[in-house]
């Protein structure tokens, strides 16, 4: 049976005992009552039913989020004893109710559970929790119950993880309007520069080798500069997102940074060509791209694995490497800006991640992100 919090009074809610029993239990409760009147927390005692005995002034208060306590709140009534009638009302969740019914069946002895509901205020959030005391003298137990008003707290989070995606996606736009410029402008530049070298290169007689030398070692200098500049604005936003699908973009990672990472990094996919949003294109690369960069720079890997898979599920990215490993527990580790971006640019569209490694182990971090329509699907 789910329980049903209401209001009744000490006396009415006692079941028959014996005098001496009866009477311990009436001492109990009265003792219960005025340690619940000198709580300035939000604390009620529930009898053998689930019924609310009493309740704290503070408690009593807050019941303003039942339509009753708000509509006598509207009427100017402030007077506690005008609210005795509300404090039966609960936010009630079948979740909570299933908690308090097994404390009432002394299935467990506590609970702590974070519950929400829609009141006449928009939605409020509670930390409740619920313990059961036994009463040996009268045989009987009692519930104490506290509900904390959590509401503040949730929206300061929800308003820092807001905070985190619209740095996020101001950084990605950012990075795609400088990546743009190189390539559309510098790299321009530089390309007209080559040419005129080669043009005065062309003018210089044989003779002249020194000079000719010198020109010709300019041009590969700028030759140099340019593949440079070309590969910055690639890591900066790669093209091939934004014509081409995941696998083949990653594909290009792992082939530039074989060549220039001095690691031997092995390819594979399963599942693609697939259309996949483009924020889940974006997360999934910027991850495999920051963890072949740390398994470069701190790992000392000389071989590296990516697996890229799509179902009709997920994508499951998995990146594996041979190198010194590390605890993943660590608070340097666990709390360094890398699995922070990570950790917050999955949670923009759902995702997990996994981390698996040890000193001298290697390291293998698997993704998943659930794909929109299976999302979709689920709700």
């Known amino acids: ?56 002034r503070a408690w009593q208060l807050s019941s303003e989020h039942d339509a009753q306590s708000a509509k006598l709140n509207e009427q100017g009534i402030t007077d ?59 045989g009987g137990f009692r519930i104490l119950i506290t509900r904390d008003d959590v509401t503040r707290r949730r929206q300061a989070e929800e308003e820092l993880r807001n905070l985190g995606g619209r740095l ?32 005065l290169r062309s003018r210089v007689p044989d003779a002249q080798s020194d000079l000719i030398e010198s020109l010709e070692q300019l041009s590969f200098r700028v030759e140099e500069i340019s593949a440079d500049i070309h590969r910055l604005s690639y890591r900066l936003h790669p093209s091939k997102l934004d014509h081409l699908d995941l696998a083949v973009a990653l594909n290009g990672l792992c082939e530039e940074l074989s060549q220039h990472g001095k690691i031997e990094i092995h ?35 000389r071989s590296a694995q990516v697996r890229l898979k799509k179902t009709s599920q997920a994508i499951h990215l998995q990146v594996s490497d041979n190198g010194c490993g590390f605890d993943p527990e660590s608070p340097d580790r666990k709390n360094g800006l890398g699995f922070i971006s990570m950790r917050e640019r999955l949670r923009l569209v759902d995702g997990n991640i996994f981390v698996l490694s040890q000193p001298s182990l290697g390291t293998q971090i698997d993704v998943l992100v659930p794909t929109r329509e299976h999302v979709s699907a689920q709700k």
Request: hydrophobic letters at 40%; a negative charge; one cysteine or more.
């Open 1 to 56: 049976m789910i329980p049903k919090l209401s209001a009744v009074s000490a006396e009415g809610s006692l079941p028959t005992l014996p005098n001496s029993s009866r009477d311990a239990a009436v001492r109990t409760d009265l003792l219960l009552q005025r340690m619940v009147d000198a709580c300035a927390s939000n604390l009620a005692v529930l009898d053998e039913l689930g019924n609310i005995l009493f309740a704290s």
């Open 80 to 138: 506690p004893e005008y609210f005795k009638g509300a404090v039966q009302v609960f936010p009630m969740t079948d979740a909570l109710a299933e908690d308090i019914q097994r404390l009432l069946n002394n299935r467990q002895r506590e609970f702590h559970r974070e519950c929400s509901y829609t009141g006449a205020y928009g939605e409020k959030w509670f930390m409740v929790h619920a313990a059961r005391l036994n009463l040996p003298e009268s």
């Open 168 to 199: 996020i996606t101001a950084q990605e736009q950012e990075r795609s309007r400088i990546a743009g410029e190189l390539h559309d402008d510098l790299n321009q530049r530089m390309a007209i520069l080559a040419i005129e070298i080669d043009r």
């Open 267 to 301: 390819f594979e996919q399963q599942g693609f060509p697939a259309v996949v949003p483009k924020e889940i294109t974006l997360c999934v690369f910027r991850i495999a791209q920051e963890t072949l960069r740390n398994a470069i720079k701190h790992s000392g890997a």
